[in-house]
């Protein structure tokens, strides 16, 4: 589902329309994937944590770090509508 969703999005356009959103809404597999993806990776390297007796301060980081990009880049984004 990944890849055909990449391939699609990156590959077809149309020229008759203008505003083809295809490559927006095209992507949103893709995203929902990376989306899993993320949540079992962040999983795994809190058990992990958890098992070496380690805090999850790193994890932390990390989420906190993902969670301003995306954030900003919604903000920027709802900018640029305007």
Same mark, same amino acid.
């Given at each position: 589902?990944?890849?055909? =969703? $990449? *391939?699609?999005?990156?590959?077809?356009? =149309?020229?008759?329309?203008?505003?083809?959103?295809? +490559?927006?809404?095209?992507? @949103?597999?893709? &995203?929902? !994937?990376? @989306? *899993?993806?993320?949540? %079992?990776?962040? /999983?795994?390297? +809190? %058990?992990? #944590? /958890?098992?070496?007796?380690?805090?999850?301060?790193?994890? =932390? &980081? *990390? $989420?906190? #770090? &993902? =969670? +301003? @990009?995306?954030? $900003? #880049?919604?903000?920027?984004? !709802?900018?640029?509508? @305007?």
């Amino acid at each position: 589902m990944f890849g055909v =969703s $990449v *391939l699609v999005s990156t590959f077809v356009r =149309s020229g008759v329309i203008a505003t083809n959103d295809l +490559g927006w809404r095209g992507f @949103l597999p893709a &995203q929902f !994937v990376m @989306l *899993l993806w993320g949540a %079992e990776f962040l /999983m795994r390297r +809190g %058990e992990r #944590a /958890m098992a070496d007796g380690k805090p999850g301060k790193r994890i =932390s &980081q *990390l $989420v906190a #770090a &993902q =969670s +301003g @990009l995306g954030a $900003v #880049a919604a903000a920027r984004r !709802v900018r640029h509508s @305007l």
